[in-house]
T-cell receptor, first 114, second 113 residues
Framework: GAGVSQSPRYKVAKRGQDVALRCDPISGHVSLFWYQQALGQGPEFLTYFQNEAQLDKSGLPSDRFFAERPEGSVSTLKIQRTQQEDSAVYLC????????????FGPGTRLLVL | GNSVTQMEGPVTLSEEAFLTINCTYTATGYPSLFWYVQYPGEGLQLLLKATKADDKGSNKGFEATYRKETTSFHLEKGSVQVSDSAVYFCALKRSGNTGKLIFGQGTTLQVKP
């Protein structure tokens, strides 16, 4: 596709449920990033992949958060046993290589945990 | 640590007014600096960037100059339009970094006709 796509666009989960959020980066983009954006705040870095390798996961807030990119293309962010504080917009971005070049962002998945 | 601070919003202006949104940063080394914009209902889009001191980024009438001496990257536009109404984010990427961006909290701009 022409841009980064994410699905679902909206997700409502009951507290304690597991959720999986999908990101399809721009074709051929090597680097993929996940960010979390709380209401009224700027995005905060969660994790980074170069191809299938997860090179930085320093931003994941707890061990309930897990991300993978097994074939170096599509990525999934999984949140286990969701809590209300996990409610946020989850953004995915990709770049061709990962230097100071433009990061192209997807539309985000808005997660609401009740 | 590395951080970005933006002026608080919302900023409300009349059409054709001059815009300044302040952004200052704290970082080690020589970061690259960015302005992203988020229009209502849309995803983040890169507006402009500068990768070294004294560089000026510009796009769509917006400008920002990388000022290392004041650690600033203020966004300016000479004459705003209603269509510029959006949330603006200042961000940095540290040199030699994996590429992750550190964002400010965002500034909402409302332009009235």
């Amino acid at each position: 596709g022409a841009g980064v796509s994410q699905s679902p666009r909206y997700k409502v989960a009951k507290r304690g449920q597991d959720v999986a959020l999908r990101c399809d980066p721009i074709s051929g983009h090597v680097s993929l990033f996940w960010y979390q954006q709380a209401l009224g705040q700027g995005p905060e870095f969660l994790t980074y992949f170069q191809n299938e390798a997860q090179l930085d996961k320093s931003g994941l807030p707890s061990d309930r958060f897990f991300a993978e990119r097994p074939e170096g293309s599509v990525s999934t962010l999984k949140i286990q046993r969701t809590q209300q504080e996990d409610s946020a917009v989850y953004l995915c971005a990709s770049t061709l290589t990962g230097g100071p070049e433009t990061q192209y962002f997807g539309p985000g998945t808005r997660l609401l945990v009740l | 640590g590395n951080s970005v601070t933006q002026m608080e919003g919302p900023v409300t202006l009349s059409e054709e007014a001059f815009l300044t949104i302040n952004c200052t940063y704290t970082a080690t080394g020589y970061p690259s600096l960015f302005w992203y914009v988020q229009y209502p209902g849309e995803g983040l889009q890169l507006l402009l960037k500068a990768t070294k001191a004294d560089d000026k980024g510009s796009n769509k009438g917006f400008e920002a100059t990388y000022r290392k001496e004041t650690t600033s990257f203020h966004l300016e536009k000479g004459s705003v339009q209603v269509s510029d109404s959006a949330v603006y984010f200042c961000a940095l990427k540290r040199s030699g970094n994996t590429g992750k961006l550190i964002f400010g909290q965002g500034t909402t701009l409302q332009v009235k006709p």
